[in-house]
């Protein structure tokens, strides 16, 4: 499913993109997260900048992109704009569409739209020059153009452009439509949705690489990150109670994340530790012959319950690190 690959690989990139030495906290200013949409399922913040200062970051990209991320950062580059230089900060959003019903009846998304700005040093006007050039399929909305990579009339494909000389935005086209109307004080934004924007406030500046997921992205995740615990009868009700998740990661001696669910009491929150912590060890265990550093990895897991909260602790060496990406642990299927 398109949404589950989206999301994990959203997870994973949160996981890779820490470095080493003494980091510092990434936020973005308001200006920025009031651009996305109220009905966002996941807001996440990168700062580029930082992570490609890890020596093995670029190898665990190409693992980790899809095909057609790679081919639109080919495209970006013809017309003069490196995203390994020009991009120094990241912020996006998954926008669910159509979606399903659960065991329990909670809704997961299974389509979802990108949006997503770029913060850099960029020269608009010479690219803007060279997308023209090679007349390229373009959409003028107010006072911006859109440029498409691909036909441009179908639904899913990508347009990118302008906002100024620092900030630029891509995504499908009705997603940019809105973040424009948000830009001239249109429609409702993150910030007209109290529940997830309260926690974007409180994710922002938490570490180099932060996110927040809305309830049906929580149990994606919850499905990705343990999938073992579906095995436990108890594990699918307290899932479809989630409330949110929160993801931060730091950088320190090597990479240290840590997954924040909010459940829907503190005795959901107690149970599903139990339960976390059982489906961790299943899963050890089933690794452990043939991916030893991530059975190494999930036995040093921390599980701690605190009220309605649940914390989940990863911390890798950068040799684990490396030993995972040569076992392509971090592959996402296409």
Known sequence: M????????????????AWPGTSRAGSVGSDILGLFPKDSGEVAYADLKQARQFPWFSQLKQQMLPAKFREFETFLTSAGVDPNTQVTELVWAMV??????????GSVPTTEQIVGVALGQFQPASAEAYFASKKLPVVKVRIFS?????????????FFFFIDSNTAAFGQRQELEKLIGLRFGEGEGLYSNADLSSLVNQANGSGTVWA???????????QQLVPETSQFPAAAQLTSKLKAMT????GGSGVDATFEAVCGSPEDANTFAALLTAGL???KYQVGNTNPELGQLLDSAQITPSGDRLDLKLSLTDDQMLSLIRKNTFAVTM
């Open 146 to 158: 859109l440029f498409a990579f691909g036909g441009g009339s179908g639904p899913n494909d990508l």
């Open 281 to 283: 060890m299943y899963r």
């Open 247 to 250: 993801i931060s990661v730091k």
């Open 2 to 17: 398109n949404a589950k690959r989206i999301l994990s690989l959203a997870i994973l990139v949160a996981v890779a993109c």
């Open 212 to 222: 927040v997921l809305s309830p049906a992205y929580t149990r994606l995740a919850m």
């Open 96 to 105: 669910p569409g159509k979606s399903t019903k659960d065991a329990t009846g």
